[in-house]
């Protein structure tokens, strides 16, 4: 479960910005306890547009990609992504620093990295078994190294005369230690695959693999369930494979061995997601049901819902942790509001999943549905550097306060300031 997480020198973020998902204040709901932790089941970001909100999501998914190595960074020579915050003279060519805290189990761990486009400059693992934090290693830079002979899987790098670790400077040291099999690594990178950040506008990017999940009979019966709580009028969902024309495989820029290849394997095909409604006669009887193309004949907001269905099943059925940027794009604020309780409702997370999202959605605002601890607010100051602060860190807003209309009239800021225009 994710405990904190910070960045700094990261797009829009200069100086270090924090969200954390511990309580903060004294109310008795939408937490999960671990230890003697209590760990919030979600957290929500509001904050005018280009204020940042969405590079705090960015962030974390960029966290993300690096520890699992994405961009696969193999040679000596091989080079590391580096996005930091340009409109400053002392960051433009500086580094960034990434940290979260989470755990494992009730194991807290606390990891983080600085690093730009060549070199890892620093690293470090804690891990914290019964309330006090031991050192797993340490590196940065031309001072000396540290591992804790206790930690197994890494101690055999560390070159104890030189006090340094054996590893390319370009390169995590965590992959290191996964690479020679090392529980914790392992763990660790594993944790971090739970880690699911998604972007609410683009949702035709994980559309595959909701038609991947739909494969499973148990977990399309889910997928339907869920849909069905919607209230959008789909009785069930079908994938329909279709055999493209020959003709249609002739035009394909493909070479001819591969076409040929495709014609002896039985042809080309494609798969078409069906959604079924109830029909009625003019008595309004039900007489059977019609069949929507989903893509062609489905709503935006209809098609958004299916297609964000099977990761936030996933993420609820396995405890997951999920970040959505825009949420609310295409949705209405009902459909936005019921996702949301699913991950307040211990019946339904089971497993303390949790989700962080960036909204625009003010009718959200709500005590019934927030705590003030569970609300963050990004702004921009006057150089450009965006600012991220939660509501329970402002003095003087009562826990049943009118948050929504509170925000709109720019208490907590995060607000945009609109001037006059004029032709």
Same mark, same amino acid.
């Given at each position: 479960m994710l405990v904190q997480f910070s960045v700094d020198n990261y797009r829009s973020i200069k100086d270090k910005v924090i969200l954390s998902m511990m309580t903060a204040t004294k109310d008795k709901e939408r937490f999960f306890n671990i230890r003697n932790y209590e760990l919030l089941n979600s957290a929500v970001i509001y904050g005018s547009n280009a204020s940042g909100k969405s590079n705090v999501l960015s962030a974390m998914a960029f966290m993300r990609? !690096? !520890?699992?190595n994405k961009m696969k960074v193999i040679q000596s020579t091989d080079t590391l992504p580096h996005d930091?915050? @340009?409109?400053?003279?002392?960051?433009?060519?500086?580094?960034?620093?990434?940290e979260i805290i989470f755990f494992i189990g009730t194991i807290k761990y606390r990891y983080g990295f600085e690093m730009d486009t060549t070199t890892v400059y620093a690293e470090w693992l804690y891990a914290d078994e019964k309330g006090k934090e031991a050192k797993l290693f340490y590196r940065e830079g031309d001072e000396e190294d540290y591992i804790n002979p206790s930690f197994k899987e890494g101690y055999q790098?560390?070159? @104890? @005369?030189?006090a340094k670790i054996k590893i390319s400077p370009n390169q995590l040291f965590i992959w290191k230690c996964d690479q020679d099999g090392g529980d914790v690594s392992k763990s660790i990178l594993q944790w971090f695959n739970h880690f699911n !950040?998604?972007? %609410? !506008?683009?949702?035709? %990017?994980?559309?595959s693999y909701t038609m991947e999940q739909m494969e499973n009979e148990d977990f399309r019966n889910e997928i339907i369930k869920f849909v069905k709580t919607a209230d959008i009028g789909i009785d069930d969902i079908q994938l329909e494979e279709i055999d493209v024309p020959n003709e249609m495989l002739e035009k394909l820029p493909l070479p001819n061995e591969l076409k040929q290849q495709i014609l002896e394997d039985g042809g080309l095909k494609r798969v078409d997601i069906n959604t079924y409604h109830t029909k009625f006669d003019e008595k309004n009887n039900v007489v059977g049901r019609e069949v929507f193309e989903l893509d062609r004949e489905e709503s935006l907001g209809t098609r958004k819902f299916f297609k964000m269905s099977a990761p936030i099943l996933n993420t609820l059925q396995e405890g997951k942790i999920l970040a959505i940027d825009e949420l609310d794009a295409s949705l209405h604020p009902m459909l936005t509001m019921h996702l949301i309780k699913l991950f307040h409702d211990p019946k339904v997370n089971t497993k303390n999943a949790q989700l962080i999202f960036t909204t625009h959605d003010t009718n959200l605002l709500k005590p019934h549905l927030f705590r003030r601890d569970q609300i963050w607010f990004t702004e921009k100051d006057r150089y450009g550097s965006t600012h991220l602060n939660a509501l329970a860190a402002f003095k003087d807003v009562r826990k049943d306060a009118d948050f929504e209309k509170e925000y709109i009239q720019g208490k907590y800021g995060a607000i945009p300031y609109l001037g006059k225009f004029e032709f």
């Open positions: 990609r !690096v !520890v699992l930091p915050f @340009k409109l400053n003279t002392a960051t433009q060519d500086a580094s960034s620093t990434f790098f560390f070159d @104890k @005369k030189n !950040v998604i972007n %609410g !506008v683009e949702h035709d %990017g994980y559309i």
